[in-house]
Nanobody, 113 residues
Framework: QVQLVESGGGLVQPGGSLTLSCAAS????????MGWYRQAPGKQRELVAT??????NYADSVKGRFTISRDNAKNRVYLQMNSLKPEDTAVYYC????????WGQGTQVTVST
């Protein structure tokens, strides 16, 4: 059974930082395209960042502020988020794609004073 479990979300002030973690079980993430997506209230789910064996890709809105990384030994993917803005508020989801696609349950990130 495949599980992706996100953690690390919370409430942070504008300009602050958070690191999200996605722990995978039932798959070996080194074989997968791993990604972070987010969904704000009333909006569609959107790509934040992806990482493959050799490359990373970011949405324009987070370039220079967010960094995706993976630790294959721990079977985890991370999203380091710096200089957070109120518009980054959303539920953040981890996604694993190979032949099948798997999603985590999401973790809430709220950027507010």
């Amino acid at each position: 059974q495949v599980q992706l479990v996100e953690s690390g979300g919370g409430l942070v002030q504008p300009g602050g930082s958070l690191t999200l973690s996605c722990a995978a079980s039932g798959i070996t993430i080194s074989s997968y395209v791993m990604g972070w997506y987010r969904q704000a209230p009333g909006k569609q789910r959107e790509l934040v960042a992806t990482i493959t064996r050799g490359a990373t890709n970011y949405a324009d809105s987070v370039k220079g502020r967010f960094t995706i990384s993976r630790d294959n030994a721990k079977n985890r993917v991370y999203l380091q988020m710096n200089s957070l803005k109120p518009e980054d508020t959303a539920v953040y989801y981890c996604k694993a794609t190979l032949i099948d696609t798997y999603w985590g349950q999401g973790t809430q990130v709220t950027v507010s004073t």
